[in-house]
């Protein structure tokens, strides 16, 4: 028996003002991205922006829906709407940012489960790395190197043969 251990390193900004000018334009298109939500219900509202490997930028935003498991989040709005626009583009970097009625927007989110496994599915058809920039409103921006550290075991196409 042995012990294996999964660890991964990612970048801690103290605020958007220390990032690349390039991060920085991309992280307020994803702020942008945020007056498109629909979120009536949760009033948590969520903007994605990705810029491809073809230099175009494609923003994404929570969509909610009555039947509340319908509703879908800002990285797969954006990610579907990537593949659809742009199917041979890769995805180089993807922002989120957020906020909404009762919460204070001072910290970087992270994608659900869910989107995680989405993101996974775009790296690996993108064939390469798809960065993470996350922050809020204010505060500290994370970023992370690539989609497979959050997703440790991840299920992958390679999987199904
Ligand atoms: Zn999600």
């Known amino acids: 028996m042995k012990h294996n251990r999964v660890e991964f390193s990612y970048s801690v ?5 220390e990032l690349a000018p390039a991060d920085a334009a991309l992280l307020d298109s994803a702020r942008e991205a945020i007056t ?19 230099g175009v930028t494609v923003t994404g935003s929570n969509q909610e829906n009555a039947s509340y498991p319908v509703g879908i989040c800002a ?15 890769a995805i180089d970097t993807l922002a989120v940012s957020y906020d909404g009625d009762f919460v204070k927007s001072d910290h970087p989110i992270s994608p659900c489960g869910m989107c995680r ?11 390469r790395p798809i960065r993470l920039i996350l922050a809020g409103q204010e505060g500290e921006v994370f970023i992370i190197n690539t989609i497979a550290d959050l997703l440790p075991f991840a299920f992958t196409p390679t999987e199904l043969g």
Do not use: I, M
Not at 75 to 89: G, I, N, V
Not at 117 to 127: H, K, V, Y
């Open 13 to 17: 900004y103290e605020n958007a003002s």
């Open 36 to 54: 498109q939500a629909y979120a009536p219900y949760s009033k948590f509202r969520v903007g994605a922006a990705a810029v491809l490997s073809n």
């Open 75 to 89: 990285e797969r709005t954006l990610l579907a709407s990537a593949a659809h626009q742009f199917p041979d583009a």
């Open 117 to 127: 496994q989405s993101l996974q599915e775009a790296e690996t058809r993108g064939g």
